[in-house]
């Protein structure tokens, strides 16, 4: 397998690239709610920074699908409806089980030892504490990002990481609500085995089912949480 020359790490540009990454990350983490107000002025003074980089960040995270613009009222933390996350997991389960084909194909040995060292840092973690649920969380996204980078599509990367974003901080969310991670990596575990192996038609199919079990888990989990708010 041929290799790849190194990344460079992704640094902020700006420094309403650097708002937009706190705000991003804060989102979805769960610091940030969904519904959640964004205040210009509380962020700017929090973060040190002028009001204009604030305003070009939060038009950011509009385009991102990760905030809404209320007229005369300012900007919120954008909220999910289940039929919204089905309709994202549906175009994510197409797009996945492509780039998880297109990965196996034209995997380099520098992309097989990043997926192996993500899947074994996983691993190593004891899911005793919210500090290593959101570590899992982190190298999850970055694990299935690697798979993506395998691909060697750029554009596929994007479209695919941007449908991400949407529902990340429902992901996170989840991770910390339900006891579902040992399913996962278990998947995981069978995800890279294939991609190992070069099973293109393996990965793709172990890729699609993995989004649509995370499909199902997510709305189950969102409506359970509103029916609980609902009765109180």
């Known amino acids: 397998m041929p290799t790849r020359l190194p ?9 309403s690239d650097m708002v937009h990454q706190h705000l991003r990350e804060g989102i979805f983490s769960g610091v940030l709610r969904a519904g959640q107000a964004l205040k210009q002025d509380e962020i700017a003074t929090r973060l040190g920074v002028s009001r204009a980089p604030v305003r070009e960040a939060l038009n950011q995270l ?36 492509y780039a998880g084909r297109a990965a196996a194909k034209k995997r380099t040995l520098r992309d097989v030892a990043a997926v192996r060292k993500l899947l074994a840092a996983m691993d190593a973690l004891t899911m005793d504490s919210p500090a290593a649920i ?19 599509s750029s554009r596929l990367r994007q479209i695919t990481a941007n449908l991400r974003d949407t529902v990340e901080q429902y992901v996170r969310l989840d991770a910390f609500t339900a006891k579902h991670i040992g399913n996962a990596q278990a998947e995981h575990r069978l995800i890279v085995q294939a991609f190992v192996a070069g099973d293109a038609e393996r990965v793709a199919t172990l890729s699609r089912e993995h989004c649509r079990h995370t499909r199902d888990r997510l709305i189950a989990s969102l409506q359970r949480r509103r029916a609980g708010v609902a009765a109180e």
């Open 7 to 15: 990344r460079a790490p992704e640094q902020p540009a700006s420094v």
């Open 62 to 97: 509009e385009r991102d699908g990760l905030a809404i613009l209320r007229p005369r009222r300012g900007y919120i933390v954008a909220s999910l409806e289940a039929d919204e996350i089905a309709d994202i997991f549906d175009l994510r389960m197409l797009l996945e089980a």
């Open 134 to 152: 959101a570590e899992w969380a982190a190298l999850n996204r970055t694990f299935h990002d690697a798979i993506y980078l395998a691909s060697g």
